[in-house]
């Protein structure tokens, strides 16, 4: 099993969004562009929200075990995956890569 990097590359605020629909919260979200997690096949890396871990787990799984080209041809990197968090008014967008290094 290979351990998988997981980079933040972007956050995005829907502000439109949260003015009409979202209660307002002080503060939602600790990442930040360019912090660098390293999973360990199945275990949350230490710091990385859990939303986003929910979304992303199955994928980090699958890379950490050897799977490529997820969705035929999707990806350049065909050991990586590009997974959004599941927050629809501020979504953080991470990449995934399977790195040669065992877990």
């Not at 999973?39 to 986003?52: H, M, N, R, V």
């Not at 075990?65 to 501020?90: Q, T, V």
Request: negative net charge; proline residues 4%; charged residues 25%.
């Amino acid at each position: 099993m290979n351990k998988c990097r997981i980079s933040v590359m972007r956050k995005v605020e829907h502000t439109d969004l949260m003015e009409k629909y979202e209660n307002p919260i002080s503060h939602a979200c600790n990442m930040e562009v360019g912090q660098v997690f390293i999973a360990q096949g199945w275990q949350k890396p230490e710091g990385l929200c859990q939303s986003a871990w929910d979304s992303m787990s199955a994928f980090v799984l699958a890379l950490s075990h050897g799977a490529e080209d997820l969705y035929e041809g999707w990806m350049k990197n065909p050991r990586s995956a590009m997974i959004s968090c599941n927050d629809g008014f501020r979504p953080v967008s991470f990449l995934i890569e399977a790195i040669d290094e065992d877990a």
